[in-house]
């Protein structure tokens, strides 16, 4: 079974993998608090869909499966913003 460690621990690694494609002011922090979608995000949409399929790869690599991310994650009604509201997103449904 994962565990919210193991998951936040993949999306984690995700981030370092995207930040080596992005410039120094569009990289993305690792704190649960850091925004990953609309106002006060460091990426564009690009940004967030690349991030989306490295951690959708990470997770599944880490824990053995993991849900379509970008198109349910896309829409601001999902309410995901935060990498912390990513990671319980990812908890509740791995």
């Given at each position: 079974?994962?565990?919210r460690?193991?998951?936040?621990?993949?999306?984690?690694?995700?981030?370092?993998?995207?930040?080596?494609?992005?410039?120094?002011?569009?990289?993305?922090?690792?704190?649960?608090?850091?925004?990953i979608?609309?106002?006060?995000?460091?990426?564009?949409?690009?940004?967030?869909?690349?991030?989306?399929?490295a951690?959708?790869?990470?997770?599944?690599?880490?824990?053995?499966?993991?849900?379509?991310?970008?198109?349910?994650?896309?829409?601001?009604?999902?309410?995901?913003?935060?990498?912390?509201?990513?990671?319980?997103?990812?908890?509740?449904?791995?």
């Amino acid at each position: 079974m994962a565990t919210r460690a193991s998951i936040l621990d993949a999306v984690k690694i995700a981030i370092q993998n995207t930040n080596e494609t992005l410039p120094a002011d569009r990289k993305i922090g690792s704190s649960e608090s850091e925004r990953i979608l609309g106002n006060g995000s460091k990426i564009d949409s690009l940004g967030f869909v690349t991030l989306m399929v490295a951690v959708e790869q990470q997770v599944e690599a880490t824990v053995g499966r993991c849900p379509s991310l970008t198109e349910e994650l896309s829409d601001p009604a999902a309410g995901i913003v935060t990498i912390g509201e990513l990671v319980d997103y990812l908890a509740e449904r791995v």
